[in-house]
């Protein structure tokens, strides 16, 4: 926590990054005593915050070495709880499996 502070107050951050990738966990917490969130503090800094909304994978039942991106249920809850804190972007992780002896 500390480091990502240090890191967000950082002089002429909005200079060199334009924006930011936040956890849950980040977005959501104080940064400092005043009560003052890390996308608070980016978005004065001209750094536009966003937030991570896959919460990783997991096995697909019933096909095998297959994987699904959990974190779809309830997204739209989610989303407006995230613009809320701040964030004005998302990103999403998907992750695809190529397999060549099948031909997908």
């Known amino acids: 926590q500390e480091y990502r502070r240090l890191l967000c107050n950082t ?9 930011i990738i936040l956890y ?3 977005l959501f917490e104080n940064s400092n005593s005043d009560g003052e969130s890390l996308a608070s503090i980016c978005a004065k800094k001209n750094v536009v915050p966003g ?3 896959d919460a990783g994978t997991r096995e697909l039942p019933f096909f095998p070495g ?3 991106t959990q974190g779809i249920t309830d997204l739209d809850i989610f989303c407006k709880k995230a613009y809320e804190a ?13 397999d060549t002896d099948k031909g997908l």
Do not use: P
Request: hydrophobic share 35%.
């Open 66 to 68: 297959e994987s699904v």
């Open 11 to 19: 002089n002429d951050l909005g200079t060199y990054v334009s924006g």
């Open 51 to 53: 937030i991570k909304l």
């Open 24 to 26: 849950k966990e980040t």
């Open 86 to 98: 701040g964030a004005r972007f998302a990103k999403w992780r998907n992750i695809y499996s190529i």
